[in-house]
Antibody
Framework: QLQLQESGPGLVKPSETLSLSCTVS??????????WGWIRQPPGKGLEWIGS???????YYNPSLKSRVTISVNTSENQFSLKLSSVTAADTAVYYC??????????WGQGTLVTVSS | QSALTQPASVSGSPGQSITISCTGT?????????VSWYQQHPGKAPKLIIY???KRPSGVSNRFSGSKSGNTASLTISGLQAEDEADYYC???????????FGGGTKLTVL
């Protein structure tokens, strides 16, 4: 059974860079059928796709966040990572990692709350 | 403001049917048969319940069904049960650069 697990600091200061990792177990991140993405959900609000990466390193970003987002992949460790720079309180959210094709996001991590505060 | 428009809330009594709409544009919902729906209970990750407009993943109840007409997709839940009370999000593929756009979510209350 495929599992995804987010990890990283739960508190980030304003203007700093948010960094999260997602570890994939029970399957290979190099599977050519899938992409690996990040989605976030501010408290009490809806879902927002942040960006995705293919095992080869090709990246796709939400245009509204593109200038601040970097997603990378480490196939040897079966992990992919998110960096979001110049964070503000508006970036406070539960951050999810997920697997997807073009049809759907079929496996999700449990999510991790990141709070931006001094 | 979300890219896709959903009603903020819907409600129904046990055993009844409800439908949640999801309106997009010709650039997303209207262009692709790639609408998916997710169920989210409080404090939990979203769970895929419908993909490719009307397909159900293995293990999802056949009480959940999806459809699409033009720029609007719909999720119907028949035979409402207490456990169906949750937030529901629609999502559409929007092209290779944008990938995914979500609706703002609909809170389903089972009366």
């Amino acid at each position: 059974q495929l599992q995804l697990q987010e990890s990283g600091p739960g508190l980030v200061k304003p203007s700093e860079t948010l960094s999260l990792s997602c570890t994939v177990s029970g399957g290979s991140i190099s599977n050519t059928s899938y992409y690996w993405g990040w989605i976030r959900q501010p408290p009490g609000k809806g879902l927002e796709w942040i960006g995705s990466i293919y095992y080869s390193g090709s990246t796709y970003y939400n245009p509204s966040l593109k200038s601040r987002v970097t997603i990378s992949v480490n196939t040897s460790e079966n992990q992919f990572s998110l960096k979001l720079s110049s964070v503000t309180a508006a970036d406070t959210a539960v951050y999810y990692c997920a697997r997807h094709g073009v049809e759907e996001l079929d496996y999700w991590g449990q999510g991790t709350l990141v709070t931006v505060s001094s | 403001q979300s890219a896709l428009t959903q009603p903020a809330s819907v409600s129904g009594s046990p055993g009844q049917s409800i439908t949640i709409s999801c309106t997009g544009t010709s650039s997303d919902v209207g262009s692709y048969k790639l609408v998916s729906w997710y169920q989210q209970h409080p404090g939990k990750a979203p769970k895929l319940i419908i993909y490719e407009v009307s397909k159900r993943p293995s293990g999802v109840s056949n009480r959940f069904s999806g459809s699409k007409s033009g720029n609007t997709a719909s999720l119907t839940i028949s035979g409402l049960q207490a456990e169906d009370e949750a937030d529901y999000y629609c999502c559409s593929y929007a092209g290779s650069s944008t990938f995914w756009v979500f609706g703002g979510g609909t809170k389903l209350t089972v009366l």
